[in-house]
């Protein structure tokens, strides 16, 4: 690249960042006076996420985040604690990795097979904490985690469309641009039906980023290295760490963390308060019209249709990780 193409790109970028931080100020205007800890939500990368998430539309986004501050002062999903929800994780079915992957996302080891409530307002109460707490130990400059699902011993009885809807409208609803990538890792047969009726649920930016990923294909394998170090990986994702879940010494990680959360919410050490924008994720969007947007979209499910309709199976986001049948 020339140097005069490298002035040009370095002047668009920084137009760019320009653009999209007047929008986060203009967000920041609509929602008018905020304090305590709606002031500290409210910082420009987090405010960023929900523009990224409506495509860097002001009013769909300033609305989007009303709703979540409405939610986060009524719910309270930072004043959960482990004592509260320990009964949900007796089996491991959700759980914070204690590692991150190789650019230093938060891990949800998650397995549906090991459903061990029937409450829905109790598992989604334990998934807002698990989110809570894998927000709190991110890195500086990361805000994305990383979903490993594992489908061991999963059977029809664990398929529950309620929650599935639930946990869609709370991750997406109140955590955009949480996840970065979610691997459903060995999913049965029968869970293509399953996927069918769940995936209208999701937004197309969600449904991207969800990919199915098998054991026995090499492709997979490649995946997971480009992403874990494969010595922290547990074994059950192909890795080659044999430990397991162990619930006690979880419950001690965790009341550790707890301790943490409010330091991490006050306004004199909160550093998510001051986080600012980085013009990385989303800033490929944020030329493009809404038309222009739609286009897209729509010819991204027409072309996971159109490859459902060649392969015979579900493909996930569009992106399967193996060819697997």
Request: hydrophobic share 35%.
């Given at each position: 690249?020339?140097?005069?193409?490298?002035?040009?790109?370095?002047?668009?970028?920084?137009?760019?960042?320009?653009?999209?931080?007047?929008?986060?100020?203009?967000?920041?205007?609509?929602?008018?006076?905020?304090?305590?800890?709606?002031?500290?939500?409210?910082?420009?990368?987090?405010?960023?996420?929900?523009l990224?998430?409506?495509?860097?539309?002001?009013?769909?986004?300033?609305?989007?985040?009303?709703?979540?501050?409405?939610?986060?002062?009524?719910?309270?999903?930072?004043?959960?604690?482990?004592?509260?929800?320990?009964?949900?994780?007796?089996?491991?079915?959700?759980?914070?990795?204690?590692?991150?992957?190789k650019?230093?996302?938060?891990?949800?080891?998650?397995?549906?097979?090991?459903?061990?409530?029937?409450?829905?307002?109790?598992?989604?109460?334990?998934?807002?904490?698990?989110?809570?707490?894998?927000?709190?130990?991110?890195?500086?400059?990361?805000?994305?985690m990383?979903?490993?699902?594992?489908?061991?011993?999963?059977?029809?009885?664990?398929?529950?469309?309620?929650?599935t809807?639930?946990?869609?409208?709370?991750?997406?609803?109140?955590?955009?641009?949480?996840?970065?990538?979610?691997?459903?890792?060995?999913?049965?047969?029968?869970?293509?039906?399953?996927?069918?009726?769940?995936?209208?649920?999701?937004?197309?930016?969600?449904?991207?980023?969800?990919?199915?990923?098998?054991?026995?294909?090499?492709?997979?394998?490649?995946i997971?290295?480009?992403?874990?170090?494969?010595?922290?990986?547990?074994?059950?994702?192909?890795?080659?760490?044999?430990?397991?879940?162990?619930?006690?010494?979880?419950?001690?990680?965790?009341?550790?963390?707890?301790?943490?959360?409010?330091?991490?919410?006050?306004?004199?050490?909160?550093?998510?308060?001051?986080?600012d924008?980085?013009?990385?994720?989303?800033?490929?969007?944020?030329?493009?019209?809404?038309?222009?947007?739609?286009?897209?979209?729509?010819?991204?499910?027409?072309?996971?249709?159109?490859?459902?309709?060649?392969?015979?199976?579900?493909?996930?986001?569009?992106t399967?990780?193996?060819?697997?049948?």
């Open positions: 690249m020339t140097s005069s193409n490298c002035e040009a790109n370095h002047t668009e970028k920084q137009a760019l960042f320009e653009e999209q931080k007047l929008k986060i100020n203009e967000v920041r205007g609509s929602l008018g006076p905020l304090s305590g800890k709606s002031a500290l939500y409210c910082s420009d990368a987090s405010i960023a996420r929900y990224i998430a409506r495509n860097w539309n002001v009013k769909k986004a300033t609305k989007m985040l009303k709703e979540t501050l409405k939610w986060r002062a009524e719910y309270k999903p930072d004043e959960i604690r482990w004592d509260e929800v320990a009964h949900e994780a007796e089996t491991g079915k959700i759980y914070r990795a204690n590692y991150r992957d650019t230093g996302r938060s891990v949800l080891v998650m397995r549906p097979g090991r459903q061990n409530t029937k409450s829905t307002k109790g598992q989604i109460q334990y998934l807002v904490y698990c989110m809570e707490n894998a927000i709190l130990n991110l890195p500086p400059g990361q805000d994305q990383v979903w490993l699902i594992d489908f061991e011993g999963f059977n029809l009885s664990h398929i529950s469309v309620k929650v809807k639930e946990t869609a409208h709370v991750l997406q609803g109140h955590y955009p641009e949480r996840l970065a990538i979610a691997i459903l890792y060995n999913p049965p047969k029968f869970f293509e039906s399953f996927w069918t009726v769940v995936r209208p649920f999701l937004e197309p930016k969600t449904y991207r980023k969800v990919k199915f990923a098998y054991s026995d294909d090499q492709n997979t394998k490649r997971m290295e480009d992403l874990f170090n494969m010595d922290e990986l547990e074994s059950c994702f192909g890795g080659n760490n044999q430990t397991t879940f162990e619930f006690n010494e979880y419950g001690a990680r965790m009341r550790e963390d707890d301790k943490r959360m409010p330091l991490f919410w006050s306004p004199e050490n909160n550093m998510a308060a001051t986080q924008f980085v013009v990385a994720n989303g800033s490929l969007h944020s030329s493009n019209s809404e038309a222009d947007l739609e286009s897209e979209e729509e010819e991204n499910r027409n072309e996971a249709v159109r490859q459902e309709d060649d392969s015979g199976k579900v493909n996930g986001s569009g399967i990780l193996s060819a697997k049948q």
